[in-house]
């Protein structure tokens, strides 16, 4: 007779937005208790995250067998996470949902902190979707954002580290040892390489020096209140806010600024950075172009563009 055991609790992985919410690969274990995990591109195998950022929207929609699930979205510079609260959350995890409720629909802006389990959606195309399970969260100050930034970026960097480490390694245990990948990492990476092949972690630098440059205090957060949510709660999809004329303008600037190391910035650069702070592709693309005309911007070389000073 096998007797039933209990995996032991995960470690929780401090993490942006980005790289976990590009992740299409998940690991489930054979047995009862085996924890399952979404793999990232870098190689993280995260059954648990501390995430933090401005909650965008938190709405509440009965489900078919008529309990209660209330579905969130929380933006970091490097993009969004999506969590779900319901009936099978710890009795405080409920209290302050609904809390936060409040706020979100009167409009105040909320910098939340939490600890969730990773939790993934696959549909019938194959599809792949990530999402959370927030287990604990609480309210947090901008000094106590700056803190988790930092954390984030410096857990990013080694992950990045690691990854690169592998590229020259053979794709086995012994070669990643051989090559100095910590154990924690080794699983993780054998099975990401396989999956997804080279990758390109240029965004995850960016995503790192927007980070860093919020933390110091060089960049503003996101933290205008959110809009009243909408109706629909069955569409997921992003919707980020569109931002006046000048707010976009100026943020627009002041990326180029951040991010010119001599030669200009790239459009899609622009571009990807301006929608991380919450701004409308198509609007920022459109203010890019008016930024150019006016004589704001000039570009040195075909989509690259700099500050004329």
């Given amino acids: ?8 609790r995960q470690p929780a992985w401090h993490m942006l937005a980005s790289e976990f919410s590009e992740s299409t690969l998940n690991e489930k274990g ?6 399952s995990f979404v793999i990232t591109k870098l190689g993280a195998k995260v059954n648990r995250v501390v995430v933090a950022g401005l909650l965008e929207r938190l709405e ?17 510079p490097s ?28 409009g105040e802006p909320v910098l939340l902190l939490m600890v969730a389990k990773s939790r993934w959606y696959q549909t019938d195309e194959g599809a792949v979707y990530t999402s959370l399970r927030p287990e604990e969260a609480c309210e947090i100050d901008a000094q106590q954002y700056a803190l988790w930034l930092t954390r984030a970026c410096e857990d990013t960097l080694g ?6 480490d592998s590229l020259s390694a053979e794709p086995t245990r012994e070669g990643l040892v051989a090559a100095g990948v910590p154990e924690f990492m080794i699983d993780g990476l054998l099975v990401s390489r396989n999956h997804y092949g080279d990758i390109d972690i240029e965004n995850y630098t960016l995503n790192i020096m927007q980070a860093l440059d ?3 205090g060089r960049m503003d957060a996101a933290s205008q209140p959110v809009a009243a949510p909408v109706q629909s709660v069955e569409d997921d999809s992003e919707t980020p806010p ?12 002041s990326l180029i600024e951040q991010l010119d190391q001599g030669d200009g910035v790239d459009f899609e650069t622009v571009l990807t950075n301006a929608v991380a702070r919450g ?9 890019l172009d008016e930024l150019s005309n006016e004589g704001t911007l000039h570009e040195p070389r075909f989509g690259w563009f700099r500050i004329v000073s």
């Avoid at 054979?30 to 924890?35: F, I, L, Q, R």
């Avoid at 569109?242 to 600037?253: P, R, Y």
């Avoid at 701004?279 to 203010?287: C, H, I, T």
């Fill in 242 to 253: 569109t931002g006046g004329d000048s707010e976009v303008k100026d943020t627009i600037v």
């Fill in 30 to 35: 054979s047995g009862e208790y085996d924890p």
């Fill in 159 to 164: 992950r990045m580290k690691h990854y690169t």
């Fill in 60 to 76: 509440v929609r009965e489900t078919s067998n008529g309990s209660t699930l209330y579905q969130g979205q929380m933006r970091d």
């Fill in 279 to 287: 701004f409308d592709r198509g609007l920022a693309e459109e203010k």
């Fill in 79 to 106: 993009g969004l996470h999506y969590f779900s609260v319901g009936d099978y959350a710890t009795e405080s995890m409920r209290e302050l949902t609904l809390q936060l409720v409040e706020k979100v629909e009167v």
């Fill in 214 to 216: 919020i933390a110091e």
């Fill in 1 to 8: 007779m096998q007797s039933s055991r209990r995996a032991k």
